[in-house]
Each structure stands twice: as C-alpha cells, then as structure tokens.
C-alpha cells in the first residue's frame, strides 16, 4: 500500500520545524565511477563516495523558521527527518540522522497575496544514518 506523505517529522538544531515544512525531499546517492580497462567491450561503472542532501520549502514564521535558521547559516547542524511524525521508528518509520551544512537562508520571499515560503537546501557535512530501532 502506498503511503501518505501529510505528517513529515522535522528536527533541525534540536528544534521541532514539522508544522512549518510545506514539503521535503531526503535525495541519497553516490558517485558513478568509471572503472573501464582496456580491453573491455562495455563500460563498467563503479560506486564511489556517497552524498545526500535535503530539500525543505517551509511556510515562513519569524518565531520559529527564522529564529533557527538565521543563525545557522554557514555552520554546520544535526537534522533528523522521518516521514511520518510518529514516536516509533519501525522499519516503516526509519530515522534519517545527519550533519547538514546550512550555506543560505532567504528570509523573505513571496509575491503579492501568496503565503510567505522558503526553501532551504542543507548540505551534507558528515554521513547520512538510518535507524529503525524503537525509540
């Protein structure tokens, strides 16, 4: 069954910013190598180093988004996510845990009549963990 993404759990700095995320987006991957010698008839790839990033549009309110995030730019933080904003964190509910460098904030964005929005980019500065023991 696939699920409903309407609950995302947001901790950034030891803050809790679910209520203000619009959306996310945890992006995982790493690097394609190429590991062809000569002599091969086909290209043959390689996994290198791994990198992650997170992707967060957050309805702005200066008590809570601004308040973190201003200060945070250019230093690094811890940021955990999950998809559901549950207490457990079963294997339908892992713990995605993290070091995110913070390299901008816009702190006003928007057009005439829209709701105030911003989104931020956290960069990796460490690994990516996932977690499924209860906590």
């Known amino acids: 069954m696939a699920l409903l993404f309407k609950n995302f759990y947001l901790w950034v700095n030891n803050v809790d910013l679910s209520l203000s995320a619009q959306s996310g987006s945890l992006n995982y991957e790493a690097e394609s190598l190429d590991a062809t010698k000569m002599g091969d008839g086909s290209r043959v ?19 809570c988004v601004d308040a973190t995030l201003f200060g945070i730019v250019g230093c690094q933080t811890s940021i955990e996510v999950r998809a559901c904003n549950a207490c457990s964190t079963a294997n339908t509910n892992p713990r995605y845990s993290g070091t995110y460098l913070v390299t901008s904030y816009p702190p006003i964005t ?5 709701l105030m929005t911003v989104t931020v980019r956290f960069e990796p500065a460490g690994d990516l963990s996932r977690n499924t023991a209860d906590t």
């Open 110 to 114: 928007g057009g005439v009549g829209d």
């Open 45 to 63: 790839k390689q996994g290198g180093l791994k990198n992650f990033g997170l992707d967060v549009t957050f309805f702005q309110k200066y008590s």
